[in-house]
């Protein structure tokens, strides 16, 4: 039944099996897990595996109670799931069994969509970020053989958030960004298109004055660290103080 199996990484590392939770173990099993999820479809070896779930300086033991461990993980996702090839261990499943990739794939359309339907990248968007249940690989994001992989995934997951507010905002919805975006820049404030989305959503909605002072807040915050507004910044700066037409507040109704 490994078709019904969910495996989970955006956040603690988990699998279901028609919905329940399946025991998959300890930190050392689930680090074993993360390790063959991160090199999915692909071969692990058992060093990589040992050094997964013990670091460095493994125990001698390490080598049997990573057997065991595998051992119990075969048992309870299927020997079809974790397959053993010579030295080495693969997680055969599908990618859309797989949490992070589907998130991936997603957010991949989301992007290809938005230039013509900005409403489905919305759509496409939430669904993306609807998979997140915390960071990525939960507390074993921070462990050496993960970190790499977590740092990728949290950074798609910021730029996912982006392009889900650029496309409220394009659909004309900016007063459900400005929000968002509010708490975005406080978490990313060196990222300059967050900035320029925040100030434009003010704009939109006829906040001027507010507009303007985000811009200069993000004027100072970009100094601190030796940067200069972009020039689509400064661009948007100079048609919010002209009331340029686009920016201008879209009248409904």
Known sequence: MAEELRVLVLGPVEVERAGELLPIGGRRARSILAALVISLRHAVSDDRLIEAAWGDEPPASARASMQSHISRLRGVLGHDVVQRHDHSYVLDVD??????????????????????????????????????????????????????????????????????????????????????????????????????????????????VEALRSLEQARLTLADVGLELTVDLRELEQQIVLEDETVRPHLTG
């Open 95 to 208: 990618p859309g069994q797989v949490d992070a990739c589907v998130f991936e794939r997603a957010f991949g359309q989301a992007a290809e969509t938005f230039p013509t339907d900005p409403l489905e990248t919305l759509q496409l968007c939430r669904s993306a970020l609807e998979v997140w249940r915390g960071p990525p690989f939960g507390e074993l994001g921070e462990a050496d053989f993960a970190l790499p992989e977590a740092v990728r995934l949290e950074e798609l997951r910021v730029d996912a958030m982006e392009l889900f507010l650029e496309a409220t905002i394009a659909v004309d919805r900016p007063g459900l960004a400005v929000p968002a975006l509010r708490a975005a820049v406080t978490e990313n404030p060196y990222r300059e298109k967050m900035w320029y989305l925040l100030v434009r959503g003010l704009a939109l909605e006829g906040r001027r």
